[in-house]
């Protein structure tokens, strides 16, 4: 049985990534634009950078990011120990305060980022407002003038919310839709591993952050994300201090 939901799993995250990642070469989006200053309208396409042999990940967003970049990196390195690792957290709140902050933007072209991770699109928990993301779509075009990967990051649902997850990532695939993207169904993942194992808590006492096993679990959608492969070959983690059958 845990064969199958891990199988079943796998392929769900996959067909999900499938709908939102296109790719061309690195060197092809590098050469379209080096300009600081990008045009939202110019729609280039997707980096692949799965198959790099050095990940330079960064992270943009607020407190749910914490913790992730470490993770990622945890993952990556016990899949295949010789590709390095690099990962930079900015938590500076939404992405529309983050585009206006110079050092955020500085951090972002001053490096050779292979992936970059965006959270913190503004939206209404009640779904009654209706936000600009004149920002994510600026970020992520300029991610891809840089030749890095653009990463979305529609958040898990609260504690309770059974409509949540759906409606972000709705919300950040119509994003994709103006300015591509890949877009990590960390939420969906959610919703299907709390009705696969309700017995299983993946939230923190406040009922909005992760807790460890469900920072894990939003982890795992990033690896699979970045590197194209299935979690489900991971090795058992010792480090992650979860035990072996709940990592699986």
């Not at 991770?117 to 891809?144: D, F, H, M, R």
């Not at 840089?146 to 979305?152: E, F, M, N, S």
């Not at 070959?233 to 992650?240: D, F, H």
């Amino acid at each position: 049985m845990a064969l199958d939901y891990r199988f079943s799993l796998t392929v769900f995250i996959i067909l999900v990534l499938l709908q939102g990642c296109g790719g061309s070469t690195h060197s092809e989006a590098i050469n379209n634009e080096q300009n600081s200053i990008v045009d939202i309208n110019n729609n280039l396409a997707i980096t692949d950078n799965t198959n790099v042999s050095a990940f330079r990940i960064l992270l943009f967003g607020n407190s749910h990011i914490a913790g992730q970049g470490s993770l990622i990196t945890t993952l990556i390195r016990h899949a295949n120990p010789n590709v390095t690792t690099l990962t930079q957290s900015l938590s500076g709140g939404y992405l529309s305060e983050q585009l206006t902050q110079s050092a955020a933007i500085n951090t972002l072209e001053d490096n050779n980022w292979t992936h970059v991770i965006l959270q913190g699109q503004k939206y209404s928990q009640s779904g009654t407002i209706e936000y600009s993301t004149t920002a994510a779509q600026t970020l992520i075009a300029k991610t891809k003038s840089l030749g890095a990967t653009p990463i979305l990051f529609p958040e898990h649902p609260q504690k309770g919310n059974s409509t949540e997850a759906q409606r972000v990532y709705d919300m950040h695939q119509s994003i994709n839709e103006q300015q591509r993207s890949c877009v990590a169904p960390v939420g969906l993942v959610w919703d299907y591993a709390m009705a696969q194992r309700p017995d299983l808590s993946f939230h923190s006492k406040d009922g909005n952050h992760a807790n460890p096993l469900g920072s894990l679990l939003t982890a795992m959608v990033f690896y699979e994300t970045i590197t194209g492969q299935p979690a489900e070959l991971l090795p058992i983690i010792s480090e992650l201090n979860i035990d072996g059958p709940l990592q699986q």
